[in-house]
């Protein structure tokens, strides 16, 4: 989607995320799955105080992504190649830790789970300051290129 259609498709949403804080939600996946969103389905559900927006459903031609509302500099992503029927769950955070020095240092973290069918699980985790030279190693072993573009 560009710049236009989104802000033009979030419209009736914008009371729930600024079209910043949209931007920032939807930057990582799309970065990670490297193909245009087409659609963004906003999740509403009812809380105690009115309707709260808890995730965001994003396609593309070839995948479909669930990015969770998570607190405090979090995200969570869930997504799958529509032809597939492995669901990739994807946590990301930062961390603040406290050397012995007293210098304060902020890492990046990310948390894979591969599920499959039968539900069997397979997790990968990281920690450090590149997540995202990791995540992309991570994408390019679940789906290398050779599969995507035969898959087209």
């Known amino acids: 989607m560009s710049n236009a259609s989104v802000t033009e498709a979030w419209k009736p949403y914008i009371h729930f995320l600024t079209i910043p804080q949209l931007d920032d939600l939807i930057e990582a996946p799309q970065n990670l799955l490297m193909e245009p969103i087409d659609y963004i389905l906003p999740s509403i559900e009812m809380g105690t105080l009115g309707p709260v927006l808890?995730?965001?459903?994003?396609?593309?031609?070839?995948?479909?992504?669930?990015?969770?509302?998570?607190?405090?500099?979090?995200?969570?992503?869930?997504?799958m190649r529509l032809k597939s029927s492995i669901l990739v769950r994807l946590e990301?955070?930062?961390?603040?830790i406290i050397r012995s020095d007293q210098t304060t240092d902020l890492l990046e973290t990310a948390l894979v789970t591969l599920i499959s069918p039968g539900q069997l699980q397979t997790t990968i985790s990281y920690a450090g300051r590149r997540r995202s030279e990791w995540l992309a190693t991570v994408y390019s072993a679940l789906f290398p290129p050779s599969t995507v573009l035969a898959e087209n």
């Open 54 to 79: 808890t995730s965001l459903t994003l396609i593309t031609k070839s995948f479909m992504c669930e990015v969770k509302i998570l607190p405090r500099d979090r995200s969570r992503l869930d997504f």
């Open 92 to 96: 990301t955070g930062r961390r603040e």
